[in-house]
Structure formats: structure tokens, C-alpha cells
């Protein structure tokens, strides 16, 4: 098959904030889609609906994330999933910030992903070279 290769412009491609000021850029480190778009830097999570930032935060997370790396959400998934580097964590949050679950290894050295199925039984951790299955 032939790749058709795309370059973008101005009909292609558009801003989606409504307000591009909201956004610190330079600190994001990953994003995740369901209804809402999640805007993940490395203390903090945005919310975003339609462009526009609305209400939200992680509650009652213990310790406080020291360095997060990873988050994962669908439209299909009940829980936000987050890679904390610091404590070497997996974090679950439903989708209004709300602790369900951590799960930490001292193993975890390097987290760079997460997945998750849809029936959200197990995560797959990819920390380093290696990958860990965890029952939720």
C-alpha cells in the first residue's frame, strides 16, 4: 500500500483551545481522550471540555504525585490511570479525581507506559525493559 503523506496547514489544522493562555505548554508531559481531554504536566492534571478548562484535580492522593509520567483514559474505561516516577506507582482515579486504587514496586525503575483493557481486570505496566501485569 502507498502512504500518502499530508502536510498540514491552515485547513487541516486548528487550535482547539478557546483560550491558548491556559495551557503551560512546556510542562506537559502526556494527554488522554475520553469525552474530556486530559492535559497531563508532572504535578498536575488540567481538564478540558469543547477547549475550555473546567473544574477538576486529583483528591486525596497520599503522598501527592512527585513525578508523573503517563495517564490513560478512554471514553470506554470508568478509571483514569497515572504513572507516578517519584513512588514508582500506578494511581487510579475515577473520572472525577476520586482515589480507587495505588499499586507501587520498588521494581518500577523507568515507568514509560500503561495499558489498559476494557474490561479494566488488569494494567500492563511498562516500566524499563520490562512489562508487569497487575490485577486491578
Not at 22 to 50: C, F, H, M, P, W
Not at 100 to 114: C, E, H, P, Y
Amino acid at each position: 500500500p502507498t502512504i500518502k503523506v499530508v502536510p498540514l496547514t491552515t485547513k487541516n489544522i486548528t487550535t482547539w483551545l478557546k483560550d491558548e493562555s491556559q495551557l503551560g505548554t512546556n510542562s506537559i508531559v502526556d494527554v488522554a481522550i475520553d469525552s474530556n481531554i486530559y492535559v497531563l504536566s508532572k504535578t498536575y492534571i488540567e481538564r478540558y471540555y469543547r477547549g475550555v478548562q473546567t473544574e477538576w484535580g486529583l483528591k486525596a492522593v497520599t503522598p501527592p504525585p512527585g513525578n508523573l509520567k503517563v495517564i490513560a483514559a478512554t471514553l470506554d474505561t470508568k478509571a483514569i490511570y497515572l504513572l507516578d516516577e517519584v513512588e514508582k506507582r500506578l494511581i487510579v482515579v475515577d473520572k472525577n479525581g476520586e482515589l480507587i486504587k495505588q499499586f507501587a514496586s520498588t521494581r518500577w525503575d523507568n515507568l514509560k507506559g500503561v495499558a489498559v483493557p476494557l474490561d479494566e481486570t488488569y494494567a500492563y505496566v511498562l516500566a524499563g525493559d520490562a512489562l508487569f501485569e497487575v490485577k486491578l
